[in-house]
Protein backbone atom coordinates (compact mmCIF):
# COMPACT_ATOMS: atom_id res chain seq x y z
CA UNK A 1 0.00 0.00 0.00
CA UNK A 2 1.22 3.69 -0.60
CA UNK A 3 3.43 2.55 -3.37
CA UNK A 4 3.61 4.52 -6.64
CA UNK A 5 3.13 0.90 -8.12
CA UNK A 6 0.39 -0.23 -6.35
CA UNK A 7 -2.55 0.39 -8.34
CA UNK A 8 -0.92 -0.74 -11.33
CA UNK A 9 -0.53 -4.44 -9.60
CA UNK A 10 -4.16 -4.43 -8.07
CA UNK A 11 -5.01 -3.49 -11.36
CA UNK A 12 -3.22 -6.18 -13.59
CA UNK A 13 -3.76 -8.84 -10.80
CA UNK A 14 -7.43 -7.85 -10.97
CA UNK A 15 -7.73 -8.40 -14.97
CA UNK A 16 -5.48 -11.65 -14.51
CA UNK A 17 -2.39 -10.41 -16.35
CA UNK A 18 -0.28 -10.86 -13.08
CA UNK A 19 -0.73 -13.17 -10.37
CA UNK A 20 2.39 -13.08 -8.32
CA UNK A 21 4.51 -15.74 -7.00
CA UNK A 22 2.69 -18.97 -6.31
CA UNK A 23 2.01 -17.66 -2.84
CA UNK A 24 -0.07 -14.31 -4.52
CA UNK A 25 2.93 -12.01 -3.01
CA UNK A 26 4.48 -10.00 -5.41
CA UNK A 27 7.75 -8.50 -6.39
CA UNK A 28 7.29 -5.43 -7.96
CA UNK A 29 11.11 -4.21 -7.28
CA UNK A 30 12.40 -7.71 -8.49
CA UNK A 31 13.97 -8.53 -11.52
CA UNK A 32 11.32 -10.08 -14.08
CA UNK A 33 12.60 -13.88 -15.98
CA UNK A 34 12.03 -13.95 -19.74
CA UNK A 35 9.48 -16.63 -18.26
CA UNK A 36 7.51 -14.47 -16.26
CA UNK A 37 7.59 -11.49 -19.24
CA UNK A 38 6.62 -13.84 -22.18
CA UNK A 39 3.32 -15.16 -19.50
CA UNK A 40 2.38 -11.40 -18.89
CA UNK A 41 2.12 -10.58 -22.34
CA UNK A 42 0.40 -13.68 -23.12
CA UNK A 43 -2.31 -13.22 -20.48
CA UNK A 44 -2.30 -9.48 -21.70
CA UNK A 45 -3.42 -10.71 -25.05
CA UNK A 46 -6.05 -12.86 -23.69
CA UNK A 47 -4.19 -15.89 -23.06
CA UNK A 48 -4.48 -17.23 -26.69
CA UNK A 49 -4.52 -20.95 -27.12
CA UNK A 50 -2.71 -23.61 -29.63
CA UNK A 51 -3.45 -26.68 -30.51
CA UNK A 52 -0.88 -29.26 -31.30
CA UNK A 53 2.03 -26.96 -31.26
CA UNK A 54 5.12 -29.00 -30.96
CA UNK A 55 7.20 -25.09 -30.98
CA UNK A 56 8.89 -25.70 -27.98
CA UNK A 57 10.94 -28.65 -29.15
CA UNK A 58 13.17 -26.23 -30.84
CA UNK A 59 14.29 -24.85 -27.63
CA UNK A 60 17.49 -26.88 -26.39
CA UNK A 61 16.41 -25.81 -22.71
CA UNK A 62 12.42 -26.65 -23.30
CA UNK A 63 12.74 -28.94 -20.63
CA UNK A 64 13.67 -26.25 -18.14
CA UNK A 65 10.43 -23.75 -19.40
CA UNK A 66 8.16 -23.61 -15.94
CA UNK A 67 4.78 -25.56 -16.53
CA UNK A 68 3.19 -22.17 -16.30
CA UNK A 69 5.23 -20.99 -18.92
CA UNK A 70 5.00 -23.59 -21.91
CA UNK A 71 1.14 -21.95 -23.11
CA UNK A 72 2.95 -18.59 -23.47
CA UNK A 73 6.12 -19.76 -24.68
CA UNK A 74 4.49 -21.89 -27.63
CA UNK A 75 2.20 -18.73 -28.25
CA UNK A 76 4.99 -16.33 -28.16
CA UNK A 77 7.58 -18.84 -30.82
CA UNK A 78 4.22 -19.45 -32.88
CA UNK A 79 3.69 -15.93 -33.55
CA UNK A 80 7.53 -14.95 -33.55
CA UNK A 81 7.99 -12.96 -30.92
CA UNK A 82 10.46 -15.23 -29.43
CA UNK A 83 13.01 -17.58 -31.31
CA UNK A 84 14.33 -20.73 -30.23
CA UNK A 85 18.13 -19.29 -31.09
Known amino acids: EGAE ?8 ASERIAGGYGDGT ?5 AVSLEQMVTIFW ?9 DYPGLTEF ?5 ISHFAQP ?3 WAH ?4 ISAQ
Do not use: K, V
Open 43 to 51: HYMGSPMLM
Open 5 to 12: YAEAIRWA
Open 26 to 30: FGPED
Open 72 to 74: AFA
Open 60 to 64: DDAGE
Open 78 to 81: QNGF
